[in-house]
């Protein structure tokens, strides 16, 4: 069953829509506080957060832009603000859909559902799989060669937009707008130690890489360890042979066949 996070810090709102949801079939989570509800998103991992943007200690425009920073989870803002400024500033700002109150049980079952089939049409793929690396979008976890990989929310970030894009060089400054969220730049030493843990976490260095490929003055790929022109990859046939093989400059010259 779909899982819905309900951050609102009305006792008697939280209480009704949590009995409503639960009785339309939804298991259900809820917090009070911004803070609460962003640490039950990277935790519970909703499917759908319903977000009041009245809450005590943060914006809920400002807890749209955190959750954005780390998921793609689907939200409805659900509350008593209904300026049209106001609902244009929350689907800028990443909401997916905005309810005003009061309203029905009926009809955020309907929101919620049509969120829902939005996010299931086809995006980028939930589970990306690179050689032996595999990156789960959805439950923010990757394993290499099947051993889970214990990596911070930046670095699993970054890891994942570069499978997106595996085989692809990506530039720093790309790399600091999408996923530092730094639009206006910022410092290419940020992006430099991320990839060196997170090089570490992969097993592998700068001098000698796996999957993690470093392209002078333009920026990083990652690819496959077995995929043509990554360093160790076998040559494809045709290609260039190693020093010494028969046939190639300086090589020993092969044995004759017998007369």
Do not use: C
Not at 103 to 112: M, S
Not at 218 to 225: I, T
């Amino acid at each position: 069953m779909p899982k819905v996070l309900i951050i609102e810090d009305d006792p008697t709102i939280r209480t009704a829509v949590m009995r409503a949801l639960t009785d339309k079939g939804y298991a259900v989570a809820a917090a009070h506080t911004a803070m609460n509800g962003l640490q039950l998103a990277m935790s519970e991992y909703p499917d759908v957060v319903v977000l009041d943007l009245g809450l005590p200690d943060l914006d809920g425009r400002e807890v749209i832009r955190m959750l954005r920073a780390v998921s793609e989870v689907p939200v409805i803002v659900a509350t008593a603000r209904e300026s049209e400024a106001e609902i244009v500033r929350s689907l800028d700002a990443g909401a997916d859909d905005y309810l005003v109150k009061p309203f029905g049980a009926a009809q955020l079952d309907a929101r919620i559902r049509a969120v829902l089939r939005r996010a299931a049409e086809p995006q980028a793929e939930a589970v990306i799989e690179v050689g032996g690396l595999r990156v789960d979008r959805r439950a923010r976890q990757a394993s290499l060669d099947g051993a889970a990989l214990d990596l911070t929310p930046r670095e699993f970030d970054l890891l994942h937009y570069l499978a997106v894009r595996a085989g692809t060089v990506v530039t720093k400054q790309e790399l600091l707008v999408e996923v530092w969220q730094q639009p206006y730049g910022g410092a290419d030493k940020s992006v430099d130690v991320h990839l060196s843990w997170l090089r570490r976490k992969l097993g592998e260095t700068a001098q000698k890489p796996r999957y993690l490929h470093t392209v002078r003055r333009v920026g990083v790929r990652l690819a496959a360890p077995n995929e043509p022109g990554a360093p160790g990859a076998p040559q494809a046939p045709g290609g260039p042979q190693a020093p010494g093989a028969p046939g190639t400059p300086g090589a020993p010259p092969e044995p004759e066949a017998p007369g």
